[in-house]
C-alpha cells in the first residue's frame, strides 16, 4: 500500500513541478517528511534522507520535463548551461551543509524560503519591465501566449552568481531550485514565463545529477523509496509540459505562487509546533 501512495505521489509531484518548474522537490520532501510520521506503513525518514530521495527522483523529472519541452521549443540551451556552470557547484555545496539540519529547523526556514518566493511573485505581477539597453546574453523568443517575438538578456556572471545561490538552496532543501530560479530569471531577467518554466526544468535536470552525488556518498537516498517514486514522476514530468502548454500564462502563474504559499504554511506549522 505504501508503495502505491508513492507512485501516486511521484505522479503528482512530477505534474506540478513540470507545469511550474519548481522540479517536484516541494512537494516530496515534505509529504516524505509527512508519510513518515504514520506509523506501521513508513520507515522513519530523517530531513536529510528526505532530500537526498528527493534529488534523485528530479533528476528523473528533469530529463522527463527537458524532453517534452524539447517539442514546444521552449528551452533555452545556452542560458541553461550557463546557469549551471554556478548551479552545479551550489547544488554540491547545499547537499553537503543540509546534513546540519535538525527536522524542526529544516521544515521552518523550508516554509519561510516557499512563502518568500511566493511574495515575489506577487510583486512581479505589480511591475512593469522596464525598458533597458540589451547587453550581454542576448536571447529572443516566441511570446508566451500572443506569438510576439520577445527578446531579454543578462550579463553571464550575475547569471552565475544567481544560479550558484540557487543550486546552494536547492540541494539545501531538495527542491531542484526551480523555486527560486523561475522567479530569478522572470523577474531579474524578463524571461518569459514559458521560456523560464522549461529552462528552469533543464537546468534542475543537470543541478539534480550533481546535488545527489553527494547525497548518494552519504547515504541519504531510501532506494526503495526513490524506484517507486520515479515512475509517477517521469509519467507526471510529461503530463506538466502538456498542460503548461495548454493554460494561459496567467494561470501557471497562480498555481506556481498557490502551491508555494499551501506548502509554506505546512512546513512552518510542521517547524514550529511538532
Known amino acids: 500500500m505504501e508503495y502505491l501512495i508513492l507512485v501516486i505521489l511521484g505522479l503528482i509531484a512530477g505534474t506540478i513541478g513540470s507545469l511550474v518548474g519548481l522540479g517536484g522537490g516541494v512537494v516530496i520532501v515534505p509529504s516524505l517528511l509527512f508519510l513518515a510520521g504514520i506509523p506501521g506503513m513508513f520507515d522513519q525518514v530523517t530531513p536529510q534522507m528526505a532530500v537526498g530521495t528527493s534529488l534523485l527522483v528530479i533528476i528523473f523529472t528533469g530529463l522527463s520535463s527537458t524532453m517534452a519541452y524539447m517539442k514546444y521549443k521552449t528551452v533555452d540551451y545556452k542560458s541553461g548551461l550557463i546557469f549551471f556552470i554556478g548551479s552545479g557547484p551550489g547544488s554540491i555545496a547545499g547537499a553537503h551543509v543540509s546534513k546540519y539540519f535538525s527536522s524542526d529547523s529544516f521544515s521552518l526556514w523550508f516554509g519561510i524560503f516557499m512563502i518568500l518566493i511566493s511574495l515575489s511573485l506577487m510583486i512581479k505581477k505589480k511591475l512593469k519591465p522596464a525598458d533597458r539597453e540589451h547587453t550581454g546574453v542576448i536571447r529572443t523568443f516566441k511570446g508566451d501566449d500572443d506569438g510576439q517575438d520577445y527578446t531579454y538578456s543578462y550579463q553571464p556572471l550575475a547569471g552565475i552568481a544567481i544560479a550558484f545561490f540557487v ?108
Open 167 to 274: 543550486g546552494f538552496l536547492g540541494g539545501l532543501f531538495g527542491i531542484g531550485g526551480g523555486s527560486l530560479m523561475v522567479p530569478a530569471m522572470m523577474l531579474l531577467f524578463l524571461f518569459p514565463t514559458r521560456v523560464a518554466v522549461a529552462t528552469s526544468m533543464f537546468i534542475i535536470f543537470l543541478s539534480s545529477v550533481a546535488g545527489s552525488v553527494g547525497h548518494v556518498i552519504s547515504g541519504h537516498v531510501n532506494w526503495l523509496y526513490a524506484f517507486a517514486l520515479i515512475p509517477g514522476a517521469w509519467f507526471g514530468g510529461q503530463l506538466g509540459a502538456i498542460m503548461n502548454k495548454k493554460m494561459q500564462t496567467k494561470t501557471i502563474v497562480v498555481i506556481m505562487r498557490l502551491v508555494l504559499i499551501l506548502i509554506g504554511i505546512r512546513l512552518i506549522y510542521q517547524g514550529v509546533f511538532s
